[in-house]
């Protein structure tokens, strides 16, 4: 009698054991199983999101106006503007045909015919970032002015730097020159020199009440590089080079008088500036273009024009060179009637 309870006791406990086993298995495996529903749920709620993020729309693009970099000004803008707005960007064919010389530009072309046809909403925009700027009304925006500011697009600087990524052979032939300038010497530093000149001798003082870059101020930019680095090396590019060679003090024969000075060949010089490892400008969108593309310490002309010259109501300091730059401070003693040093 007691061996028959023994073994009907024992079959109890083999059935219980047996039966928490199921639920214990299976309770594993639909655990499982909800897991990978949810991760499957999870992933294609993240794929339905990334196929929901809206394209752009409408075609949005820039009335080119003046040289490279106003050009370049002008490009950099409008593809920062139409990406925070959420429209694309198309350039110009004369845009294309000016840019595309140098760089490996990435914005679709739009035809000369479809400009004519499209009814744009002209918006003219001013040098600089503007909170207005942030929610432009119109599928077919055309801008105009002459923007060049960091403002408009540093928060994306990578991008615009890769746009303007020049072609190989323009590469190659700024690698040559440097590599022919730097000879035998070791541990050279090359700093790229930008001196404007041409129409801005005139409309400076005339019209801006302002000055350009005179003798002073290209001694104290390049003696800077010459106490930092041990062997700096200057190529100077302008559209006054007779000027720059009378008046630069190349004693220790490290200043190289690069290009023909004329400006015809601006696509060769900039390419040759950029390629540098610093930059000395003076005043000029060019200028600001080749600091902004080497990234190296960028030497300015600041203060240039008097406080009240109508300039500064289209113009601001601090919108144009970057925090990190360093402003020499113009003699504007010539505006004033004064002698230089007086």
């Excluded at 730097?161 to 700024?174: A, M, P, R």
């Excluded at 190289?256 to 000075?261: I, L, N, Q, S, V």
Aim: aromatic share 16%; with cysteine.
């Amino acid at each position: 009698m007691t061996t028959r309870k023994f073994w009907i006791f024992a079959l109890v406990v083999v059935i219980f054991i047996g039966n928490m086993s199921y639920f214990y298995f299976n309770k594993i495996k639909v655990s499982t199983l909800m897991e990978f529903i949810q991760r499957s749920d999870q992933e294609n709620s993240s794929e339905t999101q990334a196929a929901t993020v809206h394209p752009l729309t409408g075609m949005w693009t820039v009335g080119p106006s003046g040289r490279l970099g106003n050009l370049m000004g002008q490009y950099a803008t409008l593809y920062a503007l139409a990406k925070l707005n959420g429209h694309q960007a198309y350039i110009t064919q004369n845009m294309h045909n000016q840019l595309s010389k140098i760089f490996k530009i990435k914005l679709p072309v739009i035809n000369d015919e479809a400009v004519s046809r499209i009814k744009w909403r002209n918006y003219w925009l001013h040098d600089w970032m503007s909170p207005d700027y942030y929610i432009i009304q119109g599928e077919y925006v055309r801008f105009t002015g002459y923007p060049c500011s960091f403002t408009f697009y540093d928060h994306i600087r990578n991008e615009i730097l890769e746009e303007f990524t020049f072609l190989d052979y323009v590469k190659e032939e700024s690698y040559a020159y440097l590599d022919k300038v730097r000879g035998d010497q070791k541990n050279v530093t090359f700093v790229g020199i930008h001196v404007r000149r041409g129409d801005y001798v005139h409309v400076m003082p005339n019209t801006w009440k302002g000055v350009i870059a005179d003798k002073g101020y290209l001694d104290k930019a390049t003696d800077y590089f010459r106490k930092k680095y041990e062997n700096p090396l200057f190529i100077v590019t302008s559209n006054g080079m007779a000027w720059c060679k009378e008046n630069m003090n190349n004693s220790r024969g490290d200043i190289h008088f690069a290009g023909d000075g004329q400006e015809g060949s601006p696509g060769r010089d900039f390419a040759l500036l950029a390629h540098c490892n610093h930059t000395i400008m003076t005043i000029g969108t060019f200028g600001v273009w080749a600091g902004y593309l080497v990234g190296g310490e960028t030497i300015y002309l600041d203060k240039y024009v008097l406080p009240d010259s109508p300039f500064l109501k289209v113009f601001k300091y601090e919108a144009t060179f970057l925090p990190e730059w360093i402003g020499i401070p113009a003699d504007l003693s010539p505006l004033l009637g004064k002698k230089d040093g007086q």
